[in-house]
């Protein structure tokens, strides 16, 4: 398959137009939208026979804040400045964070919220305090990360940004993109579905001005006067793609996203001359709550050793499960807190008992292990402190209403979500960059086709590839429409 | 800059050669070397003004066995099949390797051993039992890896597999380097130094057929007539790249390698079509040993919790160093035992003390944690047992002699050698494949350049790279000069 084709050899176009758009999910729409609202002429290409991608799939929370707040935070009494946002930000992902992109993103979000209330979307003002994943409550503000965990605690105020559709639960993507496809629909822009970008065209001195695409099956081949914009998802579903850049993460069983997620975008860009960095790197879920009481749980590897601040957001558990012994983990609990996990059906409880003993032995742990760590936890939770990894205070009280029962979340039990977070190297702007930080003239990308604000599963807050998505989609559209036709 | 030019576009070579070998280290040399003998006219190109590349920087062991086992193993009365090779290469690796690149390799290692031989390099008939990674003895055959550690012993018998120049000790990439390097000007084989390849030739059907070079800063265009072969390292020399595939090891302080390794024939085969992958794995070195008796001590991470058997390799070290929170580890060992680590200058002594409780206290470790963990090691170590780790009965001993010394052996302060492990998709033969894995026609590559054989640090061996590289060089030559001249 050849995903570069010479410019220079195309006879006959089937279409001329301003700016090509592939892939019409969060990305996509928000980058066609500001492009066509520029008076650019657009053409969308969507390689599923509808437009939605991941983004529709998911809650379509996004983590927004920073020069003082949003519309949102603010009329709920938050104020989020753009040093505290950054500072969060910065403890999440340290130095594997793109600084421009992430300093237009901690000034901008107040600016992006109004922009996606514009749309028509709603936002309730109401905040929800708890601990969940997605506020069942129908309000739209929430903490969806670490914010309130350590050490993230000493290096940011805590302030909720995750943004969420009024009274969408978890089906906050069908709400905001039904109405952000119908905002680009309305925008005239030209949408065409069962269409896959095979090839991006390219002029000898390394111009991207147009694409060969697939639409029914059927060779389309285009002209793109500005350029052409990346938005295909990452390559979750691609199962070659996910063996060679993540073993890290195999075996991937629960590949997160939608079916179009096969790595086109990112494939179509390295062929032109792009870089794909940060491969080795993706999102992986262990839904450890809600209910918020598993809390009061610990969490132990096989070696009866407990890891983390049990207090943590799914997504930092993910990657710290990784990192434990042959990937096992054991989630404690006495009766009193017992409960399911509400997102992770596949847990096995593994060993009951009347004492920790009991139990330890059930389990088939080294004798005295767990017993210990037990021991010690209790001894200190019971002054509200954790000295090993000062799990908040809230959460601590000692184990000790039998029966207990130690539940598998071990990875290979509960197959756990996973998407990417590698892509192309791009600039805020969404200018696709040469592996010498070149901008190859005439292509853009953004959402999971490049890589973006999140970088590490360890630092991740839900919300963060919407936001992100959505946010720099629309930069590249807008960016796209301000080039000289060529 | 563009990596690669239209073929078509050329209306003069400075020279017309069959074959262009992109770098003259382990890879480079073998491959020009098995080219040229097979009749092929071959012009290498080295960006360094001498050949010798990271191998010649190395002890250059190669770690190789099966069928039967090589001369050198089988003369020292050890017997390696191809199975036992095999079982063990995939405890190392897991899923993540190129199952037929692994096939091959385990099946021709005494052939490549006879190779290295017939070439002059000396290897004495001696083994080395003891725990080093080098054999400073002058024997030529010692283990090198994980072989005779937890769980690996559970997977495959333990053979050595180290093979190392004779009566070399560190200077082992020496005595390999000049002797092959030679064989390789006695072969008539074209050697220019101070010259970069800049960019691939490629044909309007995608066949690489040719180098646009700088050889003394002057522009010099090669025509290729049967093929290209990239052996131009890995990228551990270019801070942007690491940084950005690499955000795992940060901070890179001690990239180890030659100055080269700057990621040009991984560049110069992305830009032909050809495939990145693994590259966010890098090899990473925590010393721990020798001397060997250091490997009586413990290590404990900054919770005061074992996290691995402390008699594995070195690059496993590694890989569960960059696990613990902060990157932090401390190695406790008893006055008995005590040494200063040869390869690691920078450990610190961070506390001592009469007792344990002593040392946790100097340490400023939470209160009882060392205590505890100690303890628990000692108790079962008075048996010859480790039920947490399965340290070998051999490094097991009670921990009570004091003084006790508190040894950091963090990150931050060893500045670990790192080297990368990401590189082209390729075929056993050395061929380059595209994202689809369809082989890119001309274009080869071999060594570090390529994921090859070793693929994480957790499971890494000395002499996996070398061995790798002078093997998979030597492949690639052969098929470069069985192919036709276009």
Known sequence: MKRVARYEEVSHFDLETDVVVVGFGGAGASAALEAQRAGSNVTVLERSSAGGGSTMMSACEMYLGGSGGTALQKDLGFSDSTENFYAYMKACFGDNVDEARLKLYTEQGPEHFDWCESLGVPYKRGFFPGRDVVAMTGDSLQYTGNERSWPFTEHAEPVPRGHLPADADHNGGQ??????????????????????????????????????????????????????????????????????????????????????????GILLGVAAGGHAINMGEAFICVAHYPPPELTFGIFVNNRGQRFINEDIYLARMGHYAMEQPDKQLFMLIDNEHFARPAYQESVDIIAVGESIEEVELDAGFPQGVLQTTVAYYNQHAENGEDPLFNKSREWLKPINTPPFALVSYSLDILKPAIFTLGGLDVLPTGEVLTPDREPIPGLFAAGRTVAGIPRTSKGYASGMSVGDATFFGRRAGQQVASSTRN
Chains 1, 2 share one sequence.
């Open 175 to 264: 709400v905001f993109m039904s109405v952000l496809l119908q905002r680009v629909e309305e925008s005239g822009a030209d949408i065409r579905v069962d269409a896959r970008a095979m090839s991006l065209l390219q002029d000898d001195i390394g111009r991207v001005r147009g694409v060969i695409a697939k639409i029914d099956n059927k060779p389309f081949v285009i002209k793109a006067g500005q350029g052409v914009i990346l938005t295909a998802g990452g390559f979750i579903m691609n199962e070659q793609m996910t063996r060679q850049h993540l073993p890290r993460y195999y075996p991937i069983d629960n590949p997160h996203g939608n079916s179009g997620d096969m790595g086109d």
